[in-house]
């Protein structure tokens, strides 16, 4: 079976990359934005920094920000509401994940309105048409939804995540500016960056991985180890090569998966709002010892792309210098290293199915069973 492979039309890096928006949105002839950005980017001048430049630009446009992180169907359906109101023809998702997402559902129901209940959405839809054109500002280094085919919209009544995979929501520019990133607090710049690591680690070794993808995510890997750290200290140099880092690992797992990390931290988002990329960095090293047996000489890679030298080492020794090097990372940015204060033992059935059925399960390396992941959920309580 050939290999497919999806980017961004045009992307913009480094400091300043804002600065295009006004040149992309007058060359493409566009009228009128919905902007799309949650309450506290609004609250904290994040969003400004664009809408700032429209208005230097005299580029019209209207503001959408009912969206909470881990945004549900809701913030969806008002959304599409809000862009056809305003007859907006584009939308400029400002934010991270969590904007970025709620604008590309809503960008894609906007131009296939059958699927205007959202919850047909998930998994791969068959949607007919390209969605609103998306013009997408992360403000976190995390998710790299502004590259990626993906979003993840939370079912409120049912309390579980939703993948949705589409090619159709890709935002057509990404502007991917470290400049955006830089208000980002110490705790939230730990937690999306090892996000953008999980993304990293398990599109190297999920089942799909090929040499296009491997290329993509042992460069991020080797960028995220080497400028975390920094970017949490708020240095120039760590916000840029987080910028990049987490941008290249979009490029990659966007086209081929990823696997149980994210599977079973979609149901602690759904459930308890844990933040996305805390609940990850919890599961990461855990899941990386569980599937090492699956993953043939990938750790030894991993290991070397965050910094440690494997000459010499046994295929057991370069495995747990991989995990090692994660834990110790996660640590130095002081993310929790169990989930005892996030779980309650009496939902371990529920978020082991549900992880499960997560979307992102079937990619990953070892097969896995609910029984299995219940024991991995009780081995980090
Ligand atoms: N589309 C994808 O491919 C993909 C991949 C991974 C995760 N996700 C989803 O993305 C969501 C998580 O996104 P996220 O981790 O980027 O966080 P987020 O978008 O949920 O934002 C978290 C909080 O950080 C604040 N914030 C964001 N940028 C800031 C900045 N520069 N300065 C100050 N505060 C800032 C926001 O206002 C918000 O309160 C989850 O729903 C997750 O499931 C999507
Ligand atoms: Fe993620």
Known sequence: MANRFILNETSYHGSGAINEIPTEVKA??????????????????????VTDLLDEAGLEYV????????????????????????????IIAIGGGSSMDTAKGIGIIDRNPEFADVRSLEGVADTKNPCT??????TTAGTA???????????????????????????IVAFVDPDMMSSMPKGLTAATGMDALTHAIEGYITAGAWEMSDMFHIKAIELIAKHLRGAVENTPEGREGMALGQYIAGMGFSNVGLGIVHSMAHPLGALYDTPHGVANAIILPTVMEYNAP????????IAEAMGVDTTGMSQEEYRKAAIDAVKKLSQDVGIPT????IVKTEDLDF???????????????????????????????
Request: one cysteine or more; a neutral charge.
């Open 145 to 171: 939804a502004e590259v990626t085919i993906n979003y993840v919209i939370t079912d409120a009544q049912k309390d579980r995540k939703m993948v949705c995979v589409d090619p159709h929501d890709l935002p």
């Open 133 to 138: 054109p998306i013009l997408a500002v992360p």
């Open 351 to 381: 978020l082991s199915e549900s992880a499960y059925a997560d979307a992102c399960r079937p990619g990953n390396p070892r097969e896995t069973s609910v029984a299995e992941i219940k024991e991995l959920y009780q081995s980090l309580l």
């Open 63 to 90: 503001i959408y920000s009912d969206i909470k992180a881990n945004p549900t169907i809701e913030n969806v359906q008002k959304g599409v509401k809000a862009l056809q109101d305003a007859k907006a023809d584009y």
């Open 28 to 49: 493409r002839g566009f009228q009128k934005a919905m902007v799309c950005s949650d309450p506290d980017l609004i609250k904290f001048g994040v969003t400004k920094k």
């Open 294 to 301: 699956a993953t043939g000489t990938k750790y030894k890679d």
């Open 338 to 341: 169990d989930l005892k204060d």
